[in-house]
């Protein structure tokens, strides 16, 4: 098995992405600042869900003509 070619010079000016490099990986991501985000509302004693709501889509009202606009 072949070692991996050099990483080549990018043509658009950017340094290489650390994810391609070879090596150890950094930390990947940093420790996380502030409350936590609140967690779902819990479901009913009897866990029943609401069923969700089929949205339909708005009927187009059919253009008035030129003579009855007011």
């Keep these: 098995q072949r070692p991996p070619p050099p990483p080549q010079p990018q043509a658009h ?7 391609h490099l070879p090596g150890a990986r950094p930390d990947r ?3 996380l600042v502030g409350r936590p985000a609140p ?10 869900r609401l069923p969700a709501l089929r ?16």
Excluded: I, T
């Excluded at 000016?13 to 994810?19: C, I, R, S, T, V």
């Design 55 to 70: 949205l339909q889509p708005r009927r187009r009202q059919p253009p008035v003509p030129l003579e009855q606009r007011v």
């Design 13 to 19: 000016g950017n340094p290489p992405q650390l994810h």
């Design 39 to 48: 967690r779902r509302a819990p479901l009913p004693p009897d866990g029943a």
């Design 29 to 31: 991501r940093p420790p």
